[in-house]
Nanobody, 127 residues
Framework: QVQLVEYGGGSVQSGGSLTLSCLVS?????????MGWFRQRPGKEREGVAG???????TVADSVKGRFTISRDNGNNTMYLQMNSLTPEDTAMYYC????????????????????WGQGTQVTVSS
């Protein structure tokens, strides 16, 4: 059973950077698998931020394009979200998510396309 655990949340000042990590366990590496980062800002719906699959195809939301970078380290079974030029609008609970066996040309940013979720990690950006 695949499990996801996020690390790296915290507080940062506006303009700063933060890197989130998502540790993957229980994945056999024999199935197509994609993963994504989602966030839920205060008072708003959860939204997709970026996705990556096992052949390193990526999708990045327009709202963070140019500031956020998604990557993965297959050897460490970890996915990352590098976040630069953070603003208070990026304050949110960030979630790691995944889906086995459902092929997409590019990882989707629709949360309904994911069925494995981490517990979330809080990111707070102060002005």
């Amino acid at each position: 059973q695949v499990q996801l655990v996020e690390y790296g949340g915290g507080s940062v000042q506006s303009g700063g950077s933060l890197t989130l990590s998502c540790l993957v366990s229980g994945y056999s590496k024999q199935e197509y698998f994609y993963m994504g980062w989602f966030r839920q800002r205060p008072g708003k719906e959860r939204e997709g931020v970026a996705g990556i699959d096992i052949v390193d195809a990526t999708t990045v939301a327009d709202s963070v394009k140019g500031r956020f970078t998604i990557s993965r380290d297959n050897g460490n079974n970890t996915m990352y979200l590098q976040m630069n030029s953070l603003t208070p609008e990026d304050t949110a609970m960030y979630y790691c998510a995944g889906r086995l066996g459902s092929w997409h040309q590019y990882p989707p940013l629709d949360q309904n396309e994911y069925n494995i979720w981490g517990q979330g990690t809080q990111v707070t950006v102060s002005s």
